[in-house]
């Protein structure tokens, strides 16, 4: 575990200034309309219970306890993934975006 929470923040910071948030122009009400994916920032998703049990038990660890959260939080699931060591797979991308089908926006 140890590798993938340097492998984490090492993206992260690496990402960071590249990494635009996405929707940042959308409307409330197509903010509210859009369904949560592998897609959406991580931060959206922990301010929503049922979207956060979804990404914990697919990710199999609750990322807001991470100590490089912060640095990483406006990532989505999908841009984290390749500075995951191979802990975020595509298998794993598939599995959330069905789990993450389900919650309600």
Do not use: C
């Not at 219970?49 to 306890?65: C, Q, R, W």
């Not at 990483?72 to 993934?81: Q, T």
């Amino acid at each position: 575990m140890s590798k993938f929470i340097k492998a984490v923040f090492i993206g992260a910071a690496l990402s960071l200034a590249t990494v635009s948030v996405a929707g940042a122009q959308t409307t409330p009400a197509a903010a509210a309309a859009a369904k949560f994916s592998a897609d959406t920032p991580i931060e959206t998703l922990a301010a929503n219970p049922a979207a956060k049990a979804a990404l914990d038990k697919v990710i199999g660890a609750d990322l807001t306890k991470h100590p490089q959260y912060e640095a990483f939080k406006g990532l989505s699931p999908r841009a984290l993934a390749p500075y995951s060591e191979g802990k975020i797979t595509d298998d794993t991308l598939k599995a959330l975006d069905t789990a993450l089908a389900a919650v309600k926006g």
